[in-house]
């Protein structure tokens, strides 16, 4: 092999090797608006999976921002309200919250919150 082509090599693998750490710098967790159509109530809230691990990764290190994607219209608007209020409620402070229109999908909210040394299981 040339130098030439090792170069590209090394490059090509650290460039790999920063988009996997940068990978790892957050939790995308999501919420269905099935799961969401349940009757809430705390406890139903907090043993959502998605909610339970979000509210221990923020407690973890409450510097830290949320950041919500949701679905537009009215319905996303609503669903992103309630939703911000029940984090607030289960002791996230509302400044550490960031929205942002467009999760991807009418029936989904996906949530992120970066993680020093990565994903928490």
């Known amino acids: 092999m040339n130098n030439s082509f090792?170069?590209?090599i090394v490059c090509t693998l650290i460039s790999l090797s920063a988009f996997d750490l940068y990978a790892a710098d957050s939790d995308v967790l999501e919420i269905t608006a099935e799961q969401w159509a349940i009757p809430r109530h705390g406890e139903r809230i907090i043993k959502?999976?998605?909610?339970k691990k979000l509210v221990k990764l923020w407690h973890n290190d409450p510097t830290q921002v949320i950041e919500i994607s949701y679905p537009g219209g009215e319905n996303g608007e609503i669903w992103l309200t309630e939703l911000i209020d029940w984090l607030i409620a289960l002791g996230i402070a509302s400044d550490s919250i960031k929205t942002t229109v467009g999760s991807g999908s009418k029936d989904i909210i996906k949530l992120t919150v970066p993680v020093a040394g990565g994903i928490v299981k």
């Open 48 to 51: 959502m999976p998605a909610m």
């Open 6 to 8: 090792k170069q590209i």
